[in-house]
């Protein structure tokens, strides 16, 4: 790429670039293990205009965490947000399972993302940041479940909590745990079920069937 080519990018298509390779980085080498070298390398621009959209590693790092937080919060919303339609009725089993889908649509598809906001930064100093990130997740999921549970979104919160945990141990299951290893649904595993749905549908199923005849008994006692 000509420094004339690179000029022609906007600002925030340059950052997005640079936050994108910073995340393949991260996940691959950790934050103290990365450099910004091996970063300016995968986006393939100069160092210094790795510093010039992304600031220092550590801001760099804390703008990937943010990005991939907010990822995961935006996608479950519209996802809830978009109806029944085609995907049938919308009730709230329904509404349930799109935004689990949207959920691990985000993560088996990112899952450099996932690496980076619930692995490498789950301790050290990045931990408060991976923390609040979390309780925002957490608060957005009680409120999509506050129109079944009488409409508080207080009340609904120990549910979101108990609901974000199952799927972050359920994606931890799917991606290999903490060893590192990333599978598919078509790699053979023996711990995966045989089939050919995507990732997220399995997924999705799988935690909707645990917790919707749960929430929906809540549901009814607080008609």
Same mark, same amino acid.
């Given at each position: 790429?000509?420094?004339?080519?690179?000029?022609?990018?906007?600002?925030?298509?340059?950052?997005?670039?640079?936050?994108?390779?910073?995340?393949?980085?991260?996940?691959?080498?950790?934050?103290?293990?990365?450099?910004?070298?091996?970063?300016?390398?995968?986006?393939?621009?100069?160092?210094?205009?790795?510093?010039?959209?992304?600031?220092?590693?550590?801001?760099?790092?804390?703008?990937?965490?943010?990005?991939?937080?907010?990822?995961?919060?935006?996608?479950?919303?519209?996802?809830?947000?978009? +109806?029944? +339609?085609?995907?049938?009725?919308?009730?709230?089993?329904?509404?349930?399972?799109?935004?689990?889908?949207?959920?691990?649509?985000?993560?088996?598809?990112?899952?450099?993302?996932?690496?980076?906001?619930?692995?490498?930064?789950?301790?050290?100093?990045?931990?408060?940041?991976?923390?609040?990130?979390?309780?925002?997740?957490?608060?957005?999921?009680?409120?999509?479940?506050?129109?079944?549970?009488? +409409?508080?979104?207080?009340?609904?919160?120990?549910?979101?909590?108990?609901?974000?945990?199952?799927?972050?141990?359920?994606?931890?299951?799917?991606?290999?745990?903490?060893?590192?290893?990333?599978?598919?649904?078509?790699?053979?595993?023996?711990?995966?079920?045989?089939?050919?749905?995507?990732?997220?549908?399995?997924?999705?199923?799988?935690?909707?069937?645990?917790?919707?005849?749960?929430?929906?008994?809540?549901?009814?006692?607080?008609?």
């Amino acid at each position: 790429m000509t420094p004339t080519a690179r000029r022609r990018l906007a600002p925030e298509v340059r950052r997005r670039q640079v936050l994108d390779a910073a995340i393949a980085v991260f996940s691959e080498e950790g934050l103290h293990g990365a450099s910004m070298d091996a970063i300016a390398a995968r986006a393939g621009v100069s160092k210094p205009s790795v510093y010039a959209h992304g600031g220092t590693k550590d801001e760099l790092f804390a703008a990937c965490l943010a990005r991939e937080a907010e990822r995961l919060m935006t996608t479950m919303t519209a996802a809830v947000g978009s +109806g029944g +339609g085609e995907n049938g009725p919308d009730d709230g089993e329904a509404r349930l399972f799109r935004a689990l889908r949207a959920f691990f649509h985000a993560v088996t598809t990112h899952r450099q993302g996932w690496t980076v906001l619930y692995r490498q930064a789950s301790t050290g100093e990045f931990a408060g940041q991976v923390d609040a990130a979390r309780r925002g997740i957490v608060r957005r999921a009680a409120e999509l479940l506050a129109p079944e549970l009488g +409409g508080s979104v207080r009340a609904a919160e120990p549910i979101a909590h108990t609901l974000v945990g199952a799927a972050e141990g359920l994606t931890d299951w799917w991606l290999g745990g903490g060893d590192g290893a990333q599978r598919s649904s078509t790699d053979g595993n023996a711990d995966h079920p045989a089939t050919d749905e995507a990732p997220a549908d399995v997924l999705a199923r799988m935690l909707t069937a645990v917790v919707w005849p749960g929430l929906d008994r809540l549901r009814r006692a607080s008609a």
